[in-house]
């Protein structure tokens, strides 16, 4: 029988990202990581904290949003998209299910422009092989759907 040489495997890097939060009064703090703009945060109006103040339930929602366009990005690169513009929204649903708060949906409606050379399919598979590779959605029990509208100018 004839052996074949086996494929090196592959090793994948590990990464560590770190933040730092402090009380500062009532339900609100100050969130941090080492090179950034700190952030006021607080719960949400909704479990009595400070409006206008950013909250997990906000962040949480931002980090789908911002993996997706990130990932798309990079997947377009390569690619070599004729990107104009990338606008998106973002909506996360909590709800209270089997006797606690999680999100149960989050779906992000980009709004796309491209130059020409490609077609609206094109562009939306992108948008969805995006999804499909995006480490936050993959990293959520919420279902993450993405609704984009695209303009080929």
């Known amino acids: 029988m004839e052996q074949t040489p086996q494929q090196p495997i592959k090793k994948y890097k590990s990464f560590t990202y770190s933040t730092n939060v402090a ?3 009532d ?3 100050t969130l941090r990581s080492d090179g ?3 952030l006021d945060i607080s719960s949400p109006p909704e479990f009595k904290g400070i409006p206008g103040v950013w909250t997990p339930e906000d962040l949480f ?3 789908v949003e911002i993996c997706q366009m990130s990932t798309f990005l990079s997947f377009g690169a390569r690619k070599e ?3 104009r513009s990338y606008i998106s929204k973002a909506e996360g649903v909590l709800e209270f299910v089997d006797g606690k708060y999680r999100f149960t949906t989050v779906i992000i ?3 796309i422009t491209v130059g020409a050379g490609w077609t ?3 562009v939306e598979a992108l948008v969805h092989t995006a ?3 995006c480490l936050i959605g993959n990293s959520i029990t919420a279902q993450v759907t993405v609704e984009p509208i695209i303009t080929i100018e």
């Open 131 to 133: 999804h499909d590779n």
């Open 27 to 29: 339900r609100q703090g």
């Open 23 to 25: 009380w500062t009064a």
């Open 61 to 63: 929602v931002a980090a």
């Open 120 to 122: 609206k399919e094109q």
């Open 81 to 83: 998209l004729p990107l």
């Open 36 to 38: 950034k703009p700190q």
């Open 109 to 111: 409606r980009p709004s």
